[in-house]
């Protein structure tokens, strides 16, 4: 019985043990879309490659900024080991349930809007690292400019409520204005409100640019019943738009910036590297694409240079 009973309190002392050393990862993704579904699977391949044990607490805070301050409570209340904040509004509700536990964020454009400071160099300095899907706005612009150069009024449909859907449009804007093009703004800030303000837009506009707009990912449908007919173009962000309601864009792969965000957190987690000064990664590369059938319904003829979207 004695020899019984050691071997059971040993195969507990594994177990307990096991348990105690399971790696759990947090995921708050702000919305289900194309592209941050993508930069979603992408960590957990990378992160599951190399870490097979890796559990994944995986949340949808359903477009709710308010969602995700609940879901990185819990997290925190829970103890995860890292989180991946898969959006802006997730990196914000991180860094304020917490100042110790590695935050990881991906789909972020502006890390400097995303942290409220004024400066970014690189590296956060706290808790904080991760991926950009910020893609060359001034490349965007050109791209109105070569395809559609009878052009004058642009219009710029984005969630107001998305801090770095403000960034790219600002910034666009000072772009459009070297290339001569006129543009006006047109903002929403509930999804609600989409079908509206594009139907103004296409009803102002010679073409529409959507910046990488988590609220216009989820309705590219919406935005498509009403462009098309009105035979508007749309300059888009990203391939997941571009793909609903666009004919070009100039886009990142965000499976390849999940991925390279699921190798940080790898050494993280495996090899103590030191989140605060790990550099925030940009894509490794940019392509121009476009949208068969939206190009065909409008009579665009696409340069040779762009490749079609799946």
Request: hydrophobic share 45%.
């Amino acid at each position: 019985m004695k020899k019984v009973l050691v071997l059971v309190l040993a195969c507990m002392l594994v177990m307990a043990t096991t348990v105690a050393s399971a790696t759990t990862v947090g995921i708050c993704q702000l919305v289900q879309h194309e592209a941050l579904d993508a930069a979603t699977q992408g960590f957990k391949d990378a992160l599951s490659a190399k870490l097979p044990d890796v559990e994944f607490d995986e949340q949808n805070a359903s477009g709710d900024a308010a969602n995700c301050v609940t879901i990185m409570s819990t997290f925190v209340s829970n103890g995860v080991d890292l989180i991946l904040a898969n959006a802006t509004a997730p990196v914000q509700a991180g860094v304020a349930a917490t100042a110790d536990i590695p935050i990881l964020g991906t789909s972020v454009t502006d890390y400097a809007t995303a942290l409220g400071v004024s400066e970014f160099n690189g590296t956060s300095g706290i808790n904080v690292s991760g991926t950009t899907d910020l893609a060359p706005l001034d490349g965007q612009a050109a791209m109105i400019k070569e395809l559609f150069p009878d052009a004058k009024k642009v219009g710029l449909i984005y969630c107001s409520a998305e801090a770095n859907s403000v960034y790219q449009v600002k910034t666009i804007e000072g772009y459009l204005e070297e290339l001569g093009l006129e543009y006006a703004e047109y903002s929403f800030t509930d999804s609600n409100e989409v079908g509206a303000v594009a139907q103004s837009a296409a009803d102002g506009s010679d073409v529409i640019y959507i910046p990488t707009d988590n609220t216009c990912a989820a309705y590219t449908e919406n935005i498509a019943n009403i462009v098309i007919p009105a035979k508007v173009p749309v300059v888009a962000g990203e391939e997941g738009i571009c793909r609903g309601c666009g004919v070009v864009t100039l886009t990142i792969s965000y499976y390849d910036i999940g991925y390279a965000t699921g190798e940080m957190a790898y050494e993280i987690l495996a090899n103590g590297a030191d989140i605060s000064t790990m550099p925030v990664q940009a894509a490794p590369q940019f392509t121009k694409k476009y949208n068969a059938v939206n190009a065909e319904a409008l009579g665009i003829t696409v340069p040779e240079d762009y490749v079609a979207l799946d």
